[in-house]
T-cell receptor, first 121, second 107 residues
């Protein structure tokens, strides 16, 4: 069974950097046929795709966040990570990682439970 | 970027009713690359439908998807108590991947 688990600080100060890690079990981040994505959802609002990475390290980001986002993969630990720089209160959201089926540009078949990140001083 | 508009925003129904949810795209979605998700409070979304009409593994046949081009529909044939939730559509025909604003199905 595929499981994803997000981890990282729940509170980040404005202008600082948000850093999260997703640990995958039941599948390998090296496997073909899947991308690995980050998605966020502010409280009471809709879903926003942040970006994705392939096992090779190839990335694709949402243009709305591209200048502040870096996604990386650590195949030795079966993890992938998100870095979002220069955060503001508008970045407060539940951040989720998801396995992305490599069909078209990808849909999400397994999700982590999500982790709330609050941006506040 | 493809903008997805879901309607209605809220659907008030009773158990046993049929629910029809709409997702309209600002431009044609390539190859009907459209997915539907169900989200319950405090949970992350669960994949219901991909390819506009293919049910994901383990999804009840009460859920069905249809449509192509710019107009897509999710139908829940007979609402069960556990179906009351928020439903999102997502297109994966072009990048960036985008979601609709959601339809809340409430009792």
């Amino acid at each position: 069974q595929v499981r994803l688990q997000e981890s990282g600080p729940g509170l980040v100060k404005p202008s600082q950097t948000l850093s999260l890690t997703c640990t995958v079990s039941g599948d390998s981040v090296r496997s073909g046929g899947s991308y690995w994505s980050w998605i966020r959802q502010p409280a009471g609002k809709g879903l926003e795709w942040i970006g994705r990475i392939y096992a090779s390290g190839s990335t694709n980001y949402n243009p709305s966040l591209k200048s502040r986002v870096t996604i990386s993969v650590d195949t030795s630990k079966n993890q992938f990570s998100l870095i979002l720089s220069s955060v503001t209160a508008a970045d407060t959201a539940v951040y989720s990682c998801a396995r992305t089926v490599w069909f078209g540009e990808g849909y999400f078949d397994y999700w982590g439970q999500g982790t709330l990140v609050t941006v506040s001083s | 970027e493809i903008v997805l508009t879901q309607s209605p925003g809220t659907l008030s129904l009773s158990p046993g009713d049929r629910a029809t949810l709409s997702c309209r795209a600002s431009q044609s979605v390539r190859s009907s690359y459209l997915a539907w998700y169900q989200q319950k409070p405090g949970q992350t979304p669960r994949l219901l439908i991909y390819g506009a009409s293919t049910r994901a593994s383990g999804i009840s046949d009460r859920f069905s998807g249809s449509g192509s081009g710019t107009d897509f529909t999710l139908t829940i044939s007979r609402l069960e108590p556990e179906d009351f939730a928020v439903y999102y559509c997502q297109q994966y025909g072009s990048s960036p991947l985008t979601f609709g604003g959601g339809t809340k199905v409430e009792i």
